[in-house]
């Protein structure tokens, strides 16, 4: 008699976890479209809607070929062709020397200067 209540008890409790982990599922599901939805409404405020009413220039003929001179300009060939000195190629410049050795040095008496201030002041 016993073993056949256990078997239901555990058969049960089986049938009981499954339930629960349904129920989990469904409301981790539920919880995420929830999320999501108040996620795009919050995004969509960035979105400013087209002004319906909003008045509409009139371009008459000699504003129309002036705009289409201008779009049709060649601007890309009268661009200056010079050579810049770009230095990281690979190549070590004195400049980049310089900036290493001055940056790692600075920063090493800033970090010993306040943990030196710091202990002084018994803080750490």
Request: include cysteine; charge should be positive; proline fraction near 4%.
């Amino acid at each position: 008699c016993s073993t056949k209540r256990e078997a239901l008890n555990t058969s049960a409790s089986v049938a009981l976890y499954h339930d629960l982990n349904n129920m989990a599922r469904v409301r981790s599901s539920l919880l995420v479209g929830v999320l999501l939805v108040l996620a795009l409404r919050w995004v969509a405020q960035a979105f400013v809607p087209y002004p319906h009413d909003a008045p509409r220039l009139a371009r008459t003929g000699a504003q129309a070929a002036v705009a289409a001179a201008v779009a049709a300009a060649p601007l890309g060939a009268t661009a200056a062709d010079e050579y810049l000195n770009y230095n990281f190629a690979g190549e070590f410049t004195p400049y980049m020397i310089i900036g290493y050795f001055g940056t790692t040095t600075a920063m090493t008496a800033i970090a010993f200067l306040s943990y030196l201030i710091l202990t002084k002041l018994k803080i750490i």
